[in-house]
């Protein structure tokens, strides 16, 4: 398992890409890394179709939380972009 705890997955601040990277001291990521961004993605989706699962929330660094929605109805998705494009409350 030491091989695979050395890696960590990490979003590029600049590209907004998600890799699977070595990190440096300090932060950075090194270059042994790979873009997964699609697979990430692509897992996620089918864990909310696995485990039956509509919405999650998870605590974010700043104390909010955070939520992911999961639906393939066109209707829905289209109500849902509706709410997202309102101003947010602060």
Do not use: C, P
Request: aromatic share 8%; net charge positive.
């Amino acid at each position: 398992m030491k091989m695979i705890d050395s890696f960590r997955i990490a979003l590029a601040g600049l590209s907004g890409e998600i890799y699977l990277t070595k990190m440096l001291k300090g932060g950075t990521m090194s270059d042994t890394r790979r873009v997964v961004t699609d697979e990430v993605l692509g897992t996620a989706t089918d864990w909310f179709i696995k485990n039956k699962q509509k919405m999650v929330g998870f605590k974010m660094r700043n104390d909010r939380t955070a939520y992911l929605f999961h639906t393939t109805d066109e209707s829905k998705k289209e109500r849902i972009m509706d709410i997202l494009k309102e101003k947010d409350e602060e």
